[in-house]
């Protein structure tokens, strides 16, 4: 078992390093439409766990990342399907899709079935969004949970004793009630994050801050009704976006793509064969396919 586990590791190693070197030989010639997808629940760190399929941070970071050092990717789409997560980490994707745009090309964010609340703000990074008419979107707002569990606590007969330096150093702690003051702390980071979410959108869709005000109510939107809405700029699939994107960056004819993918047991493999902020790429025949 154990030499069949090493040999598997050994032929994903020399996958990972034959792959690296064809893109180091430059055998991927001519400008290139590079494709970016976040799936799933986004959260800090490579991914939720290893098995599953949402995007972390740190993954998303180091495929755009990668893209930077590419200089035949002239533009890039953000397939983007995923109902939000961690607000911190939505923004770091952001800044980074904010990089990419800096680095000189042209960025569009593609949205699937769904893209909204820290999916809709890493979009919102980018030179255009295109939805499909049926996309579920906006639900542009802040939200953190409290449990509360001491009725349960007491059914059970679970006591604890809390030692601490100062006064709110276990609010939020599920073994007690929230006091009013510490409410007021909750209330106040949300309305913090809540307004930095809405500049952002408000700067990057020309939009008054009043105005985003009145659409942010943690109320979703069809693709259709966020392009009337001035939060989505066209209708359209994968391939739209594509070819908007090449379009943008003065691509000729028909972008040819690369997509940008780490994931799976690619971690594994990458980390013991790329170069730091390297991410692996894969390049399937023509255009890739629509959702």
Same mark, same amino acid.
Request: with cysteine.
């Given at each position: ?78 397939? &983007? ?70 009725? &349960? ?139």
């Amino acid at each position: 078992m154990k030499r069949w586990v090493g040999g598997a590791l050994a032929a994903l190693v020399v996958v990972g390093v034959l792959g690296g070197a064809a893109l180091a030989a430059g055998r991927l010639g001519g400008d290139r439409v590079a494709v970016v997808r976040i799936d799933g629940v986004i959260t800090e760190g490579v991914a939720p766990s290893f098995w599953s399929q949402g995007s972390g941070a740190a993954r998303s970071l180091a495929e755009l990342g990668a893209i930077r050092g590419r200089r035949n990717v002239r533009a890039v789409v953000i397939r &983007l399907n995923s109902p939000g997560g961690s607000a911190a980490a939505s923004q770091e994707i952001a800044r980074e899709v904010e990089e990419v745009r800096a680095s000189g090309r042209k960025v569009v964010a593609s949205m699937g079935d769904m893209s909204a609340s820290g999916a809709y703000w890493v979009a919102c990074s980018a030179d255009r969004i295109v939805a499909d008419p049926a996309t579920v979107t906006g639900s542009i707002g802040v939200i953190t949970r409290v449990p509360q569990l001491t009725s &349960l606590y007491r059914r059970m007969g679970i006591e604890e004793e809390v030692f601490k330096s100062g006064k709110y150093k276990d609010m939020g702690s599920p073994g007690r009630a929230l006091t009013g003051d510490e409410r007021s702390i909750f209330v106040a980071m949300v309305e913090d994050v809540y307004g930095q979410f809405v500049n952002h959108v408000a700067g990057s869709r020309h939009l008054s801050a009043g105005r985003v005000r009145e659409l942010a109510d943690g109320r979703v939107y069809t693709g259709r009704q966020a392009v009337g809405a001035g939060l989505v700029d066209a209708l359209g699939n994968l391939d739209d976006a594509v070819r908007l994107a090449g379009s943008l960056a003065g691509v000729k004819g028909e972008p040819r793509v690369v997509e940008v993918r780490l994931g799976g047991w690619w971690p594994l493999a990458a980390a013991l064969v790329a170069r730091p902020g390297e991410a692996p790429w894969r390049e399937p025949g023509g255009v890739v396919m629509g959702a």
